[in-house]
């Protein structure tokens, strides 16, 4: 059995979980449309600054919810903060914004593992 400090030793990647829910899956999907447009634009910056991978996925729902979960995984604390900027950006650019609740949570990652070999 592995021990859980050996698998974090060194590693204090930072993650960030966010859940937007959307008034309609319309709004949902030109959320997701604008992003596609514009994020080819800024991920050379995010790796730079320490965005090592970010997924977004579409939550099913039986409750007529329309969401969507991003997990954004940084090398470290550091990093996710020097992205703030970055975001704070590409809301700028965003000049109408699509009405949503968004709900953010941080943490560190305790353990991954990762069938995919990069």
Request: with cysteine; glycine share 2%.
């Given at each position: 059995?592995?021990?859980l ?27 997701v ?28 729902s039986?409750q ?24 704070s ?30």
């Amino acid at each position: 059995m592995c021990n859980l400090n050996s698998i974090t030793k060194g590693k204090e990647m930072q993650i960030n979980v966010t859940i937007q829910t959307f008034k309609t899956e319309n709004e949902l999907e030109l959320s997701v449309m604008r992003w596609d447009k514009i994020k080819n634009e800024f991920m050379p910056r995010f790796q730079k600054m320490g965005l090592t991978r970010y997924t977004t996925c579409k939550i099913l729902s039986e409750q007529n919810k329309f969401q969507l979960s991003h997990i954004f995984e940084y090398k470290d604390s550091i990093s996710a903060k020097n992205c703030i900027e970055i975001w704070s950006e590409i809301e700028k650019k965003w000049s109408e914004k699509i009405e949503n609740k968004t709900t953010s949570f941080r943490g560190k990652m305790l353990d991954r593992f990762n069938y995919e070999r990069d």
